[in-house]
């Protein structure tokens, strides 16, 4: 497949699933999922969703029940995609911890604390 497809494909989905993350965070309340980053498998039978979940305390709990609801959330991507996707990949789900990573590595190094006092 040209890579140019499975970049809309890849854009196409994340963009559905962040939309449905968003209507499943309203009734959570003081929770925020974001797709991070979304990448379908050649044959559109797999897609690998990287999640950013807000805070941290409650990344495990929130993991949880979206593993146990992703066949509802790949059915509510199916009904939003019908018609540009002719069968919706299976969704495999994965924390983000990118950010986490990030602001640990500038904790170590001290970049962006404050002086004390301040």
């Not at 974001?34 to 498998?41: C, D, G, P, R």
């Not at 995609?81 to 190094?109: A, G, K, M, V």
């Amino acid at each position: 497949m040209e890579s140019t497809r499975k970049n809309k494909i890849d854009r196409l989905v994340q963009k559905e699933l962040s939309d449905i993350f968003q209507k499943f965070t309203k009734s959570q309340g003081g929770i925020l999922i974001s797709v991070t980053s979304v990448t379908v498998s050649p044959d559109l039978s797999i897609a690998r969703v990287h999640l950013s979940i807000f805070p941290d305390e409650k990344q495990a709990e929130m993991m949880e029940m979206i593993q146990k609801s992703a066949k509802a959330i790949r059915y509510d991507l199916s009904q939003r995609t019908r018609h540009q996707l002719r069968q919706t990949p299976e969704l495999t789900f994965f924390i983000d911890d990118s950010l986490n990573y990030l602001e640990n590595i500038d904790r170590l190094l001290g970049i962006n604390q404050r002086p004390e006092g301040k």
